[in-house]
């Protein structure tokens, strides 16, 4: 079945510097992808999203690729700040809006200043 | 834009009690809700899928009589947790399909402690 796989965390870094979170996939068709955050004690907040090959999401200074080719949309930032600590999950979906979206574990992200 | 409003936020009840979780969605019609459970520091796992005015669809290894899931208007699913016990303390998540191609709105979620 559909899969999605995110590195591992914590990943820590100070502020300002740049981020990178890995996440591959498997699915059969054109999934679309996405990327959530979940800030301590709350639900998830879509991030971006992509929902074809080489499509670029990009939001608040994130932004991640739809690489068909490497299965990947790795979710990237050039600077970060400490209030971009949180849990980020990528996932993929069907491409009918009614198909359970399928999660990768979470990476927690750490930032400080 | 979508808005899905899931009550209460928190919920602390006894063992052998049940407790029943509310999921909203303002201002669109949600024909399908998703319910999703997270373990501390884990990822969501999906629970079931409700869908309106039919029996909820769940995902392998989830208690239907435990986890009993009601659909009963575009605009509202609950979510039952019958005769809770500490191992169902958990944070429980909502999620609602607008039916546009990816179109998932998130609850803020329910953290529920059964003591």
């Known amino acids: 079945g559909d899969s999605v796989t995110q590195m591992e965390g914590p990943v820590t870094l100070s502020e300002e510097a740049f981020l990178t979170i890995n996440c591959t996939y498997t699915?059969?068709?054109?999934?679309?992808l996405f990327w959530y955050v979940q800030y301590p004690g709350e639900g998830l907040q879509l991030l971006l999203k992509?929902?074809?090959?080489?499509d670029k999401g990009s939001n608040k200074g994130f932004e991640a690729t739809y690489r068909k080719e490497t299965t990947s949309f790795h979710l990237e930032k050039g600077s970060v700040q400490v209030s971009d600590s949180a849990v980020y999950f990528c996932?993929?979906?069907?491409?009918?809006?009614?198909?359970?979206?399928?999660f990768g574990t979470g990476t927690r992200l750490l930032v400080s200043p | 834009g979508a808005v899905v409003s899931q009550h209460p936020s928190r919920v602390i009840c006894k063992s052998g009690t049940s407790v029943k979780i509310e999921c909203r969605s303002l201002?669109?019609?949600?024909?399908?809700m998703f319910w999703y459970r997270q373990f501390p520091k884990q990822s969501l796992m999906l629970m079931a899928t409700?869908?309106?005015?039919?029996?909820?669809?769940?995902e392998q290894g989830v208690e239907k009589d435990k986890f009993l899931i009601n659909h009963a208007s575009l605009t509202l699913s609950t979510l039952t947790v019958t005769s809770a016990h500490p191992e169902d303390s958990s944070f429980y998540i909502c999620?609602?399909?607008?039916?546009?191609?990816?179109?998932?709105?998130f609850g803020s979620g329910t953290r529920l402690t059964v003591v």
């Open positions: 996932a993929l979906s069907g491409q009918t809006g009614f198909q359970k979206l399928v």
């Open positions: 409700s869908n309106e005015g039919s029996k909820a669809t769940y």
């Open positions: 201002d669109f019609q949600a024909t399908t």
């Open positions: 999620s609602a399909s607008t039916g546009q191609v990816n179109g998932y709105t």
């Open positions: 992509a929902t074809k090959a080489d």
């Open positions: 699915a059969t068709g054109y999934p679309s």
